[in-house]
């Protein structure tokens, strides 16, 4: 039964990645994410059921279009297998709970803030604004310290890349800086400072080498968006169990 559970779960998770999808794609440019239906951007062909099952019709389509051949973006199977994993994962690491259901919530919004940063730098307050008040809701709903408490960590969060940007304004964007206080909306204090800490570290690190190998200049800038994201899902999925290894460190 466990094991049907996390198929399912695997399951629902791609098919919530087509979905995913579509918001990766509209908005960004401003595009309603219910109208219009699902088509092929090159020719305009509404999609049928059969090109819409999630993984399967890319692989079984050959990465094309049934009507014109247009290349399908790759990133669409990426991110509905990848959605599907996460599910599946997120089950298994949680079992049936409201915390299961929140921390998924949670993993869709930083990935599709992720990829639409990936392919357009961009941080959308479309997107951070409402997750904001949803995140103060949820933290009404449930027993945790409460909707004052959550600003505050947000704050702690806001202020935590405040500084650098005002140190090096090259460094990073406002757009970071929001997402900061979303992630302190999320984790809560301290957990923040690990998230971010982990998203620092881990970009710098990937930053240093990409110059080492040339494949970006010094002045060439980097999503930050991605390792914001990465490290906020680690940290929602094992946060205490970092903070507890970090501290275990200074024990004696």
């Known amino acids: 039964m466990e094991v049907v559970l996390i198929l399912g779960f695997g399951l629902l998770g791609a098919a919530v990645g087509s979905f995913l999808n579509v918001c990766i794609d509209r908005l960004p440019v401003g595009k309603s994410i219910v109208y219009p239906p699902s088509h092929c951007e090159v020719c305009q062909h509404p999609l049928s059921p059969k090109d819409l099952i999630p993984v399967f019709s890319y692989l079984w389509q050959h990465r094309r279009c049934r009507y014109c051949q247009a290349t399908i973006p790759s990133r669409l199977f990426w991110v509905e297998l990848g959605n599907g994993l996460l599910f599946a994962f997120v089950y298994w690491h949680y079992g049936l709970s409201i915390e299961l259901a929140v921390v998924i919530f949670y993993c869709c919004l930083f990935l599709v803030i992720m990829v639409i940063d990936l392919e357009h730098r961009l941080i959308l307050n479309k997107i951070v604004y409402p997750a904001a008040?949803?995140?103060?809701?949820?933290?009404?709903?449930?027993?945790?310290?409460?909707?004052?408490?959550?600003?505050?960590?947000?704050?702690?969060?806001?202020?935590?890349?405040?500084?650098?940007?005002?140190?090096?304004?090259?460094?990073?964007?406002?757009?970071?800086?929001?997402?900061?206080?979303?992630?302190?909306?999320?984790?809560?204090?301290?957990?923040v400072l690990v998230a971010l800490l982990m998203a620092v570290i881990s970009g710098g690190l990937v930053a240093g080498v990409l110059l080492w190998l040339k494949v970006k200049k010094r002045k060439e800038a980097i999503p930050f968006a991605p390792f914001l994201s990465l490290a906020s899902i680690a940290t929602l999925l094992w946060g205490s169990n970092i903070l507890n290894w970090y501290l275990g460190l200074f024990s004696f």
């Open 133 to 191: 008040v949803v995140t103060l809701i949820i933290d009404f709903f449930l027993p945790r310290p409460g909707i004052l408490s959550g600003i505050i960590d947000g704050a702690v969060g806001f202020v935590f890349l405040l500084v650098p940007i005002l140190i090096y304004r090259e460094g990073m964007g406002w757009g970071d800086i929001k997402m900061a206080a979303l992630i302190g909306l999320v984790t809560g204090f301290p957990l």
